[in-house]
């Protein structure tokens, strides 16, 4: 079964790199959708399915903690899981994060594989070339 | 055990550059050209006591470089907002990295900015020299400030 993926960053570059690392790594890719900030990804989630999304904690408008928050509160989304990536690096706001529902964090700089495995962990898929190289770190 | 800031700010722009951008840089101090352009981005980080406004003046063409790399495209291909984008995204990481090697500290990163450095670099107490292929490529400067207390 294909995933839909939403990616939620104020970087358009970012957003372009996670979208391209989907793309090549073999991971069975529905539809890529794209935010810029968590306003903008609940106006998505209105007209689109979404299976997983992968966003930013520090964004303008609406941040990532806003976001968690919003989908926690929403009866169809409280479950869609959510990995953050970030360069959050403060254990508070990492807890509040998991509090909140975030699934899994990676923090940038990350390499292509740490995305790659962290996705079939929050599926709970195998990843069949056996390139996983998650060390545990960003694990909640 | 709390890392000294201007180690932790080498070993941050060392981990940023080379696993985002594909790039290794040295530190050692190198002598600016007169007529280099420069792209200039900048992040605060921040808690109520204090502010750490640190600036990224790279060289155009380094940061051209950076972010053909980072996007995978030939440097032919990337456009002025493309540069903007990623330099923002460098500041970003390399704060976040940077502020994570302080342990202790409660911080926290602002949003990044694409804007001209209008300082003068000589006053900035704290800068950090990146030279590529024995060139001069940027420098990275950084100013601790106590907040007003109200």
Known sequence: ?140 | MKMEPRLAMVKAISEVLETMFFVSVDFADCQPPSHACYCDSRILIYDHRQIIDVWFRLAAEFAKMATANFLGLDEEEVQDEDVADVMRELANMVGGDFLGRLEGEQLQLGIPSFEPFEGNMDTVPTKVELSFMSAFVGVVLWETKVRDME
């Open chain 1, 1 to 140: 079964m294909p995933y839909n993926i939403l990616i939620v960053d104020d970087s358009k570059s970012m957003r372009q790199i996670l979208r391209k690392i989907l793309a090549v790594s073999g991971f069975n890719l529905g539809e890529c959708l794209e935010a810029s900030n968590g306003e903008e990804a609940l106006s998505i989630l209105e007209g689109n399915w979404v299976d997983l999304i992968l966003s930013d904690i520090h964004m303008p408008v609406m941040d990532g903690f806003g976001l968690l928050r919003a989908l926690r509160e929403h009866p169809d989304w409280s479950d869609l899981p959510v990995v953050l990536v970030t360069t959050e690096s403060n254990e508070d706001r990492i807890q509040e994060a998991i509090s909140l529902g975030a699934k899994g964090y990676i923090r940038k700089p990350f390499k292509p594989e740490e995305i790659r495995a962290r996705l079939y962990e929050i599926i709970g898929e195998s990843d069949e070339d056996g390139t996983t190289t998650s060390d545990g770190e960003g694990d909640f």
